[in-house]
């Protein structure tokens, strides 16, 4: 099972000791994830380009960059952007299934 440091807004999140918090299992690739969507620019992509094919070429980049994860079955992440949101749906080898939500206006 992974384990990893919680991160918030990039900061690390700590306890009333003073210590690092850890999470793990999904939350753990969820992260991982997250870190990986925000490092290829693409939330600044879609706030960039109101196109929509080219849009939709930024979701096919997301689904290829989650679906190269080594913990993500291959085919299962899908896109969608509703209400100025965009939802990323995908399942993880161990069966879990992963949601990760953005709020475009915070971009």
């Not at 992509?45 to 960059?65: C, F, H, L, W």
């Amino acid at each position: 099972m992974n384990t990893d440091l919680v991160l918030v807004d990039g900061d690390l999140l700590i306890d009333g000791n003073g210590d690092p918090i850890f999470f793990n299992g999904k939350q753990v690739i969820e992260q991982s994830l997250r870190n990986r969507i925000f490092e290829h620019n693409f939330m600044v992509d879609m706030i960039g380009d109101r196109s929509p094919t080219n849009r939709q070429a930024v979701y096919q980049a997301i689904k290829r960059e989650v679906e190269t994860d080594e913990r993500i079955v291959p085919g299962t992440c899908t896109v969608a952007e509703e209400n100025n949101s965009l939802s990323i749906y995908t399942k993880s080898v161990d069966g879990d299934e992963l949601n990760l939500f953005y709020n475009l206006d915070d971009f």
